[in-house]
Antibody, heavy 118, light 112 residues
Framework: EVQLVESGGGLVQPGGSLRLSCAAS????????MSWVRQAPGKGLEWVAI????????YYLDSVKGRFTISRDNAKDSLYLQMNGLRAEDTAVYYC???????????WGQGTLVTVSS | EVVITQSPLSLPVTLGQPASISCRSS???????????LNWFQQRPGQSPRRLIY???NRDSGVPDRFSGSGSGTDFTLKISRVEAEDVGVYYC?????????FGQGTKVEIK
């Protein structure tokens, strides 16, 4: 059974940093693109970043470029999102999803909430 | 950036009746390989998004056949042939042809 479990969310002050993790199981993680998608409270969905199997390609939403870094550790079946320079508008539930997102991603985690507030 | 416009944003439906959601793109979603990457998600209250349809009309495993997707180019539609109580939630279309992938605003389906 495919499982994606996010962790690392929490309350952080504006300008602060946070590292999200996503533990994958039930499939060959190293064979798949992976994605981070976020949803502000009560709002719609926004695709944040995607990463190729070998980290050779990474793409970011313009509003997070230069502040967020997506990475992965195939030996640990884990996906990460390092978030620096956090802003109030980054407050959201962050979902880890399997795939590049071209076809929408077939499996999603339960999400982890990031709140940026003083 | 591709703008995706969904309509309606709110859709009250009587149980057993059909429902239809429109999704329009500001650019053609036909990719260079000939595929059209327009996908549909359902998000039930308090849950993660669930993919229903990928590449316009391909239904995911376990998705009831009352859900169907159609369209081409810039105009797409999700249809529910007979709405059931479990279909309540917000439906999103998302394009995966032009980065950044972009979602529609969402259509809230509720029972009248």
């Amino acid at each position: 059974e495919v499982q994606l479990v996010e962790s690392g969310g929490g309350l952080v002050q504006p300008g602060g940093s946070l590292r999200l993790s996503c533990a994958a199981s039930g499939f060959t993680f190293s064979n798949r693109w992976m994605s981070w998608v976020r949803q502000a409270p009560g709002k719609g969905l926004e695709w944040v970043a995607i990463i190729k199997q070998d980290e050779g390609e990474k793409y970011y939403l313009d509003s997070v470029k230069g502040r967020f870094t997506i990475s992965r550790d195939n030996a640990k079946d884990s996906l990460y999102l390092q978030m620096n320079g956090l802003r109030a508008e980054d407050t959201a539930v962050y979902y880890c999803a399997r795939g590049s997102g071209r076809d929408g991603c077939d499996y999603w985690g339960q999400g982890t909430l990031v709140t940026v507030s003083s | 950036e591709v703008v995706i416009t969904q309509s309606p944003l709110s859709l009250p439906v009587t149980l057993g009746q059909p429902a239809s959601i429109s999704c329009r793109s500001s650019q053609s979603l036909v990719y260079s390989d000939g595929n059209t990457f327009l996908n549909w998600f359902q998000q039930r209250p308090g849950q993660s998004p669930r993919r229903l349809i990928y590449k316009v009309s391909n239904r995911d495993s376990g998705v009831p056949d009352r859900f169907s997707g159609s369209g081409s180019g810039t105009d797409f539609t999700l249809k529910i042939s007979r709405v059931e109580a479990e279909d309540v939630g917000v439906y999103y279309c998302v394009q995966g042809t032009h980065w950044p992938w972009s979602f529609g605003q969402g259509t809230k389906v509720e029972i009248k």
